[in-house]
């Protein structure tokens, strides 16, 4: 199935009935005074968050959602029936503007999640409504409110734990493979991962965690550039940043140390805050480099300007994988815990 991350959508909100113009007619009553009843209310539109959606694909076929209007009021104080509210089901981690004003009116994150985005209209009053001491005969009715209709943009965020950036042909996608039962693309050629992909790392019993790999990111993405600042939003949300680099120095024309500094440029570029997330070093291929200094990794890193963990692994022959993923899952036990002591 292709990924569909952004939709544009269109709800419209039912109409309220109107009220209802009548008298009581009947045999020997030769007065039976207004009994017009009030019209029912129109449907609204909600968005309800899925957990079995992970695609906004559904919205490329469908983009209009039109909820029922409110019957009209009848006589003998017949109220009209209301419409029933139309569910847009979404998937988790959807975000939700208003086209008109590019304001953000709602992150539907949690299972079950609901959202109103057009509200129904309000019913109309029958003329029994207005029957008074001084008024015993009105033809006085109102009519329904429409509802409310906007343009929607909806964007999704993946929500993983971990995300993988790197330089296209660094290696994320047989990183994620190695480590999941998540199948990317492979190739030797850039730019085989056009869309992100999750994988489930289980590392125990009772402990796994979410990891999503994106599109490669390329020198001036921040400008429009490649695929990969289009999907960045998706590494948003999580906690921990690998980042990838290809040491293997297969390609005379790629420096590991120029590598990394061009991911950092560009993360800083698309988000500030997302620069600042805590970040790893991954160097991967490592089964490909000749003359390889084993524990000097971190210092020639540091040397390079890095400061921060650093990790040596091959996704082709798992080599160094489990560490890795090992020494994840114990960070975002820490994490949790540190979280849950700050609530308390």
């Known amino acids: 199935m292709k990924f569909v991350d952004e939709a544009i959508i269109r ?15 009947e045999k020997y009553i030769e007065f039976g005074g207004p009994d017009g009843g009030d019209g029912g209310d129109g449907g609204s539109v909600y968005l309800v968050v ?3 959606l992970n695609t906004l694909i559904d919205f490329r076929y469908k983009r209009i959602f039109k909820a029922g209007n409110g019957q009209p009021g009848m006589g003998r104080d017949r109220i009209g029936k209301s419409a029933e509210d139309l569910i847009v ?12 004003t590019d304001e953000l009116i709602g992150d539907l994150v949690e299972p079950d999640a609901r959202l109103l985005v057009a509200k129904g209209g309000w019913h109309g009053l029958g003329n029994a409504r207005f029957k008074s001491s001084t008024n015993r005969a009105p033809r006085r009715t109102t009519k329904g409110t429409p509802g409310e209709q906007r343009e929607l943009r909806l964007e999704m965020k993946l929500l993983a734990d971990v995300g993988l950036v790197g330089l296209p042909n660094a290696g994320k996608s047989t990183l994620i493979r190695q480590v999941s039962a998540a199948r990317p693309k492979v190739a030797d050629y850039p730019f085989t991962t056009l869309y992100p992909v999750l994988g489930v790392v289980s590392t125990g019993p009772d402990r796994s965690f979410v ?16 695929l990969g600042l289009q999907f960045l939003r998706h590494v948003e949300r999580t906690k921990l940043l690998l980042h990838v680099v290809d040491v293997s120095c297969m390609d005379p024309e790629r420096d590991p140390v120029q590598d990394m500094h ?3 440029d560009e993360l800083s570029a698309h988000n500030p805050e997302l620069a600042a997330r805590e970040r790893w070093l991954v160097l991967n291929k490592i089964d490909l480099v000749v003359d ?6 971190t210092a ?45």
């Not at 089901?89 to 008109?100: H, K, M």
């Open 11 to 25: 709800v419209e909100a039912g109409k309220g009935g109107d009220g209802c113009l009548s008298f009581h007619r």
């Open 50 to 52: 899925d957990p079995q």
């Open 89 to 100: 089901r979404v998937p988790s981690g959807t975000l939700v503007y208003d086209t008109a």
């Open 211 to 226: 990891i999503a790999d994106i599109p490669g990111i390329i020198e001036g993405a921040a400008e429009g550039a490649g």
């Open 262 to 264: 061009t991911i950092e």
């Open 292 to 297: 390889r200094p084993d524990d000097d990794w």
């Open 300 to 344: 020639l890193c540091g040397e390079a300007g890095w400061d921060g963990p650093v990790y040596a692994v091959s996704g082709a022959t798992g080599e160094g994988c489990e560490t890795l993923m090992l020494a994840v899952q114990a960070h975002l036990l820490a994490m949790a815990e540190s979280d849950g002591e700050t609530d308390e």
